[in-house]
C-alpha cells in the first residue's frame, strides 16, 4: 500500500492558515489538524508533506506534533472516544463508565476496535464537569453518562452518520 | 442579590447570530469605547476593580499599563481561551453561550492596547464553540464590528482563530505564546520573558482570559460604577456532589457555603468532606474553612499554603469521597501534563505517582507519608512555572486534614470511605 500524502487541497488549505499570521509557522498546529483529518493520523510521509508546506524542518515538525495529546501517528478509529476522568468525573463515576465502554467495544484504553470504527482513550477535564461523566465521541461532547446511555450512543455511532456526528479526528 | 448579567443571555436559540446581538445591546460597549481616547479606556476598566480570571487573578487594567503605548511597536492581544483547569468550565459556558461579547471584549482591550491583531487560542476540544466563533467573527466582519476602519471610526482589528492541541501546560500564558507561535508548549523564562513586554513574536502583547473580556464588554457598556454596584461577580464553576452542577455568577466574596447553597446545597443530603476552591491547582478544604469568602485575598491568606481563588472552580466532595484516590488522580494529572523542561516537576510527579500507586494496592508503607511530603517539599520554588507548583498544596492538605484515610490505606490494604469510581 502507498503511503498516504498530503492532497493538493489540503496543501492549500494550509497556505490559507498559514497567511493569517505574521509568521507561518504559528500555522503548524491546524495544519497537522487539517492533515490528520484528511489521512486520519499522521504517518511520517504526511509530517513530511507538512514541514514541506510551511517550510520547516521535518524533525522540528515531527517534535511538535509528539508533544500534543491528540495527534495520532497510528491509524485510529473513525470515531475517537474520549473519556474524561479527572476530579469532577471520577466524582460522578468516570471509573464505571470506562469500564462499561471497555466491555461493549472490547478494547482497553489505548486501543481500537476491529472494525476500525471506535478508538479508545481517556481525556483530561473536558471542561464540561456540569454534566459529569462526560465523553467526547469524535467531535460530539456527550455528558450525564450512565452505562445505558453510553450503549445507546454506541449504537447511534454504529447505525448511521447522523449529522452531528460527521466523523472528524480530533 | 444583583441580577446575573454575564450569564443572562447564554440560553439564546443562537448565541452566534449579530442581530439578536445587536438586539440585546451588544456592541454599546465598544461604541462606546471607540469614543474614548484608549488610555482612558484603561482607566475604566481599571476603576472596575476587575481582576483576570484566568487564574493569577492580575489586575486587567494594571495588565494593559505594561504595554507600552508606541505607535510604532507592533502589539498584539491573546486571547487565552485553553481552558483546562480541572473543574472549570465557565470560559467553555460563555464561548458556547455569548460568542459576540468575548468578540466585544477582544475589540474593546485590542483598541485599549493598540492592538491591530488579537489571537484566540481555543482549545482543540471546544468544537462547538469554535462552530459558533468561526460564525460569530465571520458575522462581525460583514457588519463592520471587526476588520479595516470599524463602525467608520480608524481602528482596524483582524482577530484569527488559532488552535490547541491537547496540552495542559499551554494554558500557562507563556506556553501558551510558544505553541501559538507553532512549537511544544513549554514556558518561557520570566522575566524577560513578561508577555507585556516580549510576549508573541517578542512583541509586547496582552495575554487575555474568556471571562476577563466577557467583563470587560459590560463593564465598557454599563461602566465601572455600575459594575462595583453588580458586587463585582465572578463565575463559579460549581461540580461534584452537589444538587446542581454548573456555572454560578456570584458576588466576589460569597462564603463557599454560599456556593454550594447556590448550586443547590449538598446532594441527597450528604455530608460535605472536602473541596477544592479553585481548580485542583488550589489547595483541598476542609468543613472548617466552609465560611470563608470566594475572594482573592481572604481565600490566599488562609493557614493552608496554595489555597487560592483560582479559576473559582469550586469541585465538592461529600463523605463518601476516598480522599487519598482524588488526590492520587490530581497528581497523576500532573505528571501526564507536565511538559518535561524541569526536573522536580517532571521528575517530582512521577515519584510522587508511584508512591500514591503502591498505597492504593496495599503495598504502602508508613514511611510513604513522610516521603510523600518531602518530594512535595522538593517541589516547591524549585519547578520552572506554576504547574508543577500545584501539586503540593492539595497533597500536604490531604496529609495534614485526612492522615488518618492514608494511615487506613497503609495498615489495611483497603478505603475505609466509599469509593466513588
Redesign the interface.
Known sequence: MTPPRLSDNAKSEIRSLMSQFPQSQSALLGALFVAQDEAGYLPPEVIEDVAAVLGLPVSEVASVASFYHLFFFKPVGRYVVQVCTNISCTLEGCGGVLRHLRRALGIDVGGTTADGRFTLRTAECLAACEEAPVMLVGTDRHGRLTPEKVDALLMRYHEHRTPDAEPRTP | MPEPFLLKHIHEPDPADLRGYLARGGYEGLRKALAMPPAEVIDEVDKSGLRGRGGAGFPTGRKWKFIPPDPSVIRYLVVNAD???????K??TLLEGDPHRLLEGIAIGSYAIGAH?A?VYL??????ARDLLERAIAQAYEAGWLGRGIQGTGFDLDV?L???????IAGEETALLE???????LPRLKPPFYPAVKGL?MKPTAVNNVETLCHVAWILARGAAWYREQGTPILV?I???VTT???YELPLGTTIRGAIAAAGGMRGGRVFKAC?PGG?SSALLTPAYLDTPMDYDALAKLDVPGSMLGSA?L?V?DET?CIV??VA??VE?YR??S?GKCTPCREGTIWLSQVFERILHGRGRMEDLDLLAGVARGMMGTCFCPLGESVPPSLNASLRFFRGEYEHHIRTGACDVGV??
Open positions: 481552558e483546562g483547569e480541572p473543574g472549570t468550565f470560559d467553555r491583531q489571537f482549545r482543540r476540544e471546544f468544537y462547538r484569527v488559532a488552535t490547541g492541541a491537547g496540552a495542559y505553541s501559538l507561535e507553532g512549537r511544544r508548549a513574536y464553576s461540580s461534584g456532589h452542577p454548573g456555572v477544592f485542583s472552580a469541585m466532595m469521597t484516590e482524588i488522580r490530581t494529572f501526564d501534563e511538559c466513588t469510581a
